[in-house]
């Protein structure tokens, strides 16, 4: 399908950072490979004079995901950490991009770009109706911000080819991605984006 962005349309870029690449914390296998790929998305929306939005996962030291504190996860994207950073290669736009925060407090997680974050209300101050959204992880993060996006009224576009899993179990992402389509999302790749 071909999709002809507009001024109503926003990038999404989901938790590309260190610790979820390979040799990191919580590694997304491959999840470096699709750097390339993201960032002609971004090059694309930031030429077109449309906003990039960064999720970060940004988490205190003693964060309850973390094992220790009976979590599941190992500790991951601790504020401030070199692991919290973004890869390196990933490109930030000098202007019109925003880095959204999530799961920064000790008691609470976030899956969602938009739970306990600004990402809403910065989306409908400029008018945005659809969001496209790729990054890491396809079975957590980008399930479930795609999922919000949807839920708050947004159209939700899912980068297919800018999105890896982590698939703790064998299958997560594929399911992930059904339920992301199931529930309205559009699966779209670069080349129908102009
Ligand atoms: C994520 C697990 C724990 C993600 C964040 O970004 O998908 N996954 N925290
Ligand atoms: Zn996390």
Redesign the pocket.
Known sequence: MRIKLTDKDALIV??MQRD?MPGGA?PVPEGDKIVPRLNQYIRLFFERGLPVFFTR?WHPPDHI?FKDQGGV?PP??VQDTEGAKFHPDLYIPPDNRFIISK?TSRDFDA?SGFQGTMLDQLLKERGIKRVFVGG??TD???KNTVLGAINLGYEAFLLLDGIKG?DVKQGDSERAIEDMLGAGAVGVEYEEVK
């Open positions: 989901v938790d979820f919580l996962d995901s996860w991951h994207c799961g899956y890491v992880a957590y993060c980008v982590v």
